[in-house]
């Protein structure tokens, strides 16, 4: 009974050590967990009145816009390489995506039903305070534009906003734009007949980020 009793303290101590080394060697099994990247920053968004070239920019008031609308940092999972633009019709937003899983998040307007459409396209240009010229089925369909057949100056109630990015889709301009507009509270319907309406102050944010070549996903 005593050389048990003697013997008792080395065993569990045999063990310990035992179980020790067995948790060591399988934390070292472990992957190790990297923290994830703290998004980017940028300056604060200003959607007061202010000048813009020739032209006013009118104030948006974000209290008649629903939060998710409004331009923001997201976590955005996705294969695309940074720079590539996302849009999703259904959710009426549109992705840019930046590094370490982020994007920059904007709201939309987009096509009502019969004019939405999906597919993959290219910023073959882009225009400040751009000309709107409506094409012949739309002014055949309204024909009180038919004053802007040979195009409307740019301008705040210009159709086209700010800032347009004009999309090339399968080989060809086929009319499709990323651009501003007067009527911001259109921001978050289906309304337009195919293009992307964003809030002037947007429009003029996105312009600025991304190059002529840009990749353009509709979904």
């Known amino acids: ?84 633009i996302i849009i999703e019709n259904q959710n009426r937003l549109l992705y840019l995506v930046l590094e370490d899983g982020y994007s920059l998040r904007y709201g939309l307007s987009v096509g009502r039903e019969g004019f939405d459409w999906t597919g993959t396209s290219t910023v073959y240009r882009k225009a400040r305070w751009p000309t709107w010229t409506p094409p012949p089925e739309m002014i055949k369909r309204e024909p009180h534009l038919e004053r802007w057949k040979d195009g409307q100056p740019g301008g705040p109630q210009n159709p086209l906003g700010a800032r347009a990015l004009y999309l090339m889709t399968d080989g060809r301009d086929q009319g499709y734009r990323i651009h501003g507009t007067p009527e ?36």
Not at 60 to 72: K, T, Y
Not at 207 to 213: A, E, M, Q, T
């Open 184 to 219: 911001w509270r259109s921001i978050g319907r289906f309304a337009s007949s195919g293009c992307f309406r964003m809030l002037q102050q947007d429009v003029i944010d996105l312009y600025n980020r991304v190059p002529i070549g840009t990749k353009v996903i509709v979904i």
């Open 1 to 84: 009974m005593d050389h048990i009793q003697a013997i008792s303290p080395l065993i569990r101590r045999r063990r310990l050590l035992a179980l020790t080394g067995s948790a060591m060697a399988l934390s070292a099994c472990l992957p190790a967990l990297t923290p994830t990247p703290p998004p980017p920053e940028f300056p604060p968004i200003d959607y007061s009145t202010r000048r813009d070239g020739p032209h006013q920019l009118q104030a948006i008031d974000l209290q008649e816009i629903p939060e998710f609308l409004h331009r923001q940092v997201v976590r955005y999972e996705t294969d695309e390489p940074t720079g590539t």
